[in-house]
């Protein structure tokens, strides 16, 4: 399972309309679509959890495409990426 952070999403985003993106790549664990407070329009970005391969797939499939006029930016969470290195000092 990896984590994938979303951002330069249009500000009439749904937790819908992202689900039914990203599904084409697989399945979506968990959704949060980040939302400003007093209006309740998506803020521009979104944390979704799938599948490694399809996490994987998402990136690849979604990364610099364009929805509503806005660039899409898709990559992995730094969390996850720490937590799959192999790197790391010695005890």
Known sequence: MI???IRGLPSNTTEETLTELFSGFGTV???TLHKDLFTGQARGT???DMEGHEG???IA???GSQIQGSTLYVSQTKED???FSRG???R
């Open 3 to 5: 984590k994938l952070f």
């Open 29 to 31: 664990r968990a959704l």
């Open 81 to 83: 990426k720490r937590r």
């Open 88 to 90: 790391g000092r010695r």
């Open 56 to 58: 994987r797939a998402a």
């Open 46 to 48: 979104a944390l979704i």
């Open 61 to 63: 499939g979604l990364n």
